[in-house]
């Protein structure tokens, strides 16, 4: 666990936001896309967790951490990205 000024990073809000950020960041990155701004980023990340998480529930990959909630996240954030560019086309 990452800890920052004494707050655990994993399981605060902070934890929550940067795991958002980087996750997003990292799906924008790995989409080839711009991304959608920082806010759209994180959100993306944030929703992404929750999304990422339940899959890797249900593929029984168990963890714990910093690293395992950024890959989590991370494979969230990529599909939702993945189905908000479906949904909403190119953008020019």
Do not use: D, E, K
Not at 17 to 38: E, N, P
Not at 69 to 85: E, K, W, Y
């Amino acid at each position: 666990m990452v800890h920052f000024y004494g707050v655990s990073i994993s399981s605060s809000l902070l934890g929550w936001i940067v795991i958002g950020l980087l996750a997003g960041w990292l799906a924008g990155v790995l989409s080839r896309g711009s991304g959608f701004g920082c806010l759209g980023n994180v959100l993306l990340g944030l929703i992404g967790s929750v999304l990422g998480g339940w899959i890797f529930s249900q593929l029984h990959i168990f963890g714990g951490g910093f690293i395992y909630s950024l890959a989590a996240a991370t494979v969230g954030a990529v599909l939702l990205s993945a189905f908000a560019r479906l949904v909403a086309g190119p953008r020019h």
